[in-house]
């Protein structure tokens, strides 16, 4: 079990909005900013997004994210068949000593 | 540009020490930022095992704690991961990264696939 709770699956056909949510608890979400990977299968993981909602160089504007308490939610809009991967969120556990925690990821399906 | 390039065996026997190296080029370890370790079983999510900073500050994933060292070789610009007492479970491809902040892993190497096996 992850300590973080991402749905395992979401899909969505081309042009639609599509959302994942992460769910976490005070000693991680709730106190630290929330990391967004992208991984297409046999490839390292991609940085989506960073501090909640802040897009590294690169990463189209139809992706977007927020955190609120303590839970977060990647969104994408306009879907587009390249953007079936799987999708995992990440955060510091203030927890023992301290340490990372990720989502068990959701797989995105465009239809 | 930084690259980051994981290397070691890909076979290991049960309850033999696991050991991989990351070598990073385009970037000076010593000038900071931490240098971590993730893994993926196959079929699996990401597990994160743990990272260090080239000062000493190193931490770990509570439970491979007790199995797992991570340290900086800064002299040839690499870090490694050991692994102790390894069984089946441990079977992943690992990844080695560097993190900006906490958990910002801004740059991934390719992955490698260690297989425990006899």
């Known amino acids: 079990q992850s300590v973080l709770t991402q749905p395992p699956s979401a899909s969505g056909t081309p042009g639609q909005r599509v959302t994942i949510s992460c769910s976490g608890s005070?000693?991680?979400?709730?106190?630290?900013?929330v990391n967004w990977f992208q991984q297409v299968p046999g490839v390292a993981p991609k940085l989506l997004m960073y501090s909640n909602d802040q897009r590294p160089s690169g990463v189209p504007d139809r992706f977007s994210a927020s955190k609120s308490g303590t839970s977060a939610s990647l969104a994408i809009s306009g879907l587009q068949s390249e953007d079936e991967a799987d999708y995992y969120c990440a955060t510091w556990d203030d927890s023992l000593n301290g340490y990372v925690v990720f989502g068990g990821g959701t797989k995105l399906t465009v239809l | 540009q930084v690259l980051l390039q994981e290397s070691g065996p890909g076979l290991v026997k049960p309850s033999e020490t696991l050991s991989l190296i990351c070598t990073v080029s385009g970037y000076s370890i010593s000038s900071g930022y931490f240098w971590g370790w993730i893994r993926q079983p196959p079929g699996r999510g990401l597990e994160w095992i743990g990272s260090?900073?080239?000062?000493?500050?190193?931490y770990y994933n509570p439970s491979l704690k007790s199995r797992v060292t991570i340290s900086i070789d800064t002299s040839k610009n690499q870090f490694s991961l050991r692994l102790n007492s390894v069984t089946a479970a441990d079977t992943a491809v690992y990844y080695c990264?560097?993190?900006?902040?906490?958990?910002?892993?801004?740059?991934w190497g390719q992955g490698t696939l260690v297989t425990v096996s006899s």
């Open positions: 990264a560097r993190i900006t902040s906490r958990s910002r892993h801004e740059y």
């Open positions: 260090s900073h080239h000062t000493g500050d190193t």
């Open positions: 005070s000693s991680n979400i709730g106190s630290n900013t």
